[in-house]
């Protein structure tokens, strides 16, 4: 039986999600299109009438923003947003930056799908010669993680975000969920498969083919042992749903020759 209830959202759409580059630990905002589904997800889950205690976002901009949108678009501006590097989206190492059509042109597709989806696969790492590494780690925030900025990762595999996130979720966002309280994580596309990964017991095999729209929330529905209960419900129009989750696989197909 179905005692909770959890909420994993990847942000609206970024620029850079737009313009199909590696944002990763860039601080790009949503774009028009993203605040406006971060604003219909809002709407969505208003509509069907969930109510959040709590919120968890990664310290990147736009799952933070994403929040606020779909807490306002909920009235529900009040409730608390706790925010934690362990929720950030994968580091891409020496990707960030770069456009996947254009990688998958010159590395080719394969390489492209290995990188963004291969379960183990780290990318090369940002050294200080990278065009985005002071923008990234002489960022602020960075000083106020729980662990020193020298620790912090300079690449990841979607087994260490997982690796990373873990020991978060067991200490800060599950005794919210055993407190019976409904919780929302606005994060990012691979954050929140590492996360589903982890809950729904995922394969290493399979999880390369799970895909997250921006801006779509997926209901899981958890018993007591928060094993679920029911598959994952992306909430939405489904059809919708469908092309989005094409249109993220496509982006690392290699553009066609002119
Ligand atoms: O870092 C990025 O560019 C995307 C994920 O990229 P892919 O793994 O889909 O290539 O993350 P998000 O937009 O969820 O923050």
Same mark, same amino acid.
């Given at each position: 039986?179905?005692? *909770?209830?959890?909420f994993?959202?990847r942000?609206?759409e ?9 944002c990763s630990w860039?601080d790009?905002?949503?774009? &028009?299109? =993203?605040?406006?589904?971060?604003q ?6 208003? &509509?069907?009438g969930?109510k ?15 929040a606020w ?8 501006e009040?409730v608390p ?6 929720l950030? &989206?994968?580091?891409y ?7 996947r059509a254009e ?6 597709e ?6 963004r ?5 780290t990318?090369?790492?940002i050294d200080e010669?990278?065009? *985005?590494?002071l ?7 960075y $000083?106020?993680c ?8 300079r ?14 979720w ?6 919210e969920?055993r407190? =019976?309280? $409904? ?7 691979n ?9 729904? =017991?995922?394969s ?6 799970? $895909?997250l729209?921006t801006g779509?929330?997926?209901l899981? &529905?958890?018993?007591?042992?928060l094993?679920p ?5 992306l909430l ?5 749903i469908?092309?989005a989750?094409k249109?993220?696989?496509?982006? =690392?197909k290699?553009?066609p020759s $002119?």
């Amino acid at each position: 039986m179905s005692k *909770y209830k959890l909420f994993l959202l990847r942000h609206g759409e970024g620029n850079w999600n737009k313009e199909n580059r590696f944002c990763s630990w860039v601080d790009q905002k949503l774009s &028009e299109a =993203g605040v406006k589904e971060a604003q219909d997800c809002g709407r969505l889950l208003k &509509e069907q009438g969930y109510k959040f205690d709590i919120v968890f976002t990664s310290i990147l901009s736009r799952s933070i923003q994403t929040a606020w949108l779909v807490l306002e678009a909920m009235g529900q501006e009040w409730v608390p947003v706790v925010k934690s590097w362990r929720l950030n &989206e994968r580091h891409y190492g020496s990707l960030i930056g770069l456009n996947r059509a254009e990688m998958a042109q010159k590395h080719g597709e394969e390489k492209v799908k290995l990188w963004r989806r291969g379960y183990d696969i780290t990318p090369p790492p940002i050294d200080e010669s990278h065009p *985005y590494f002071l923008e990234i780690y002489n960022d602020r925030r960075y $000083t106020t993680c729980d662990v020193s900025k020298e620790n912090l990762p300079r690449a990841e595999s979607l087994k260490e975000v997982l690796d990373r996130l873990l020991p978060y979720w067991e200490s800060t966002v599950v005794p919210e969920i055993r407190k =019976g309280r $409904t919780v929302l994580i606005s994060a990012h596309g691979n954050s929140c498969r590492a996360l589903l990964k982890h809950l729904e =017991g995922i394969s290493d095999e399979d999880i390369a083919g799970v $895909t997250l729209p921006t801006g779509i929330p997926v209901l899981l &529905e958890m018993d007591e042992n928060l094993k679920p209960v029911k598959p994952r419900q992306l909430l939405g129009d489904q059809a919708k749903i469908q092309a989005a989750i094409k249109k993220v696989e496509d982006q =690392g197909k290699a553009l066609p020759s $002119t």
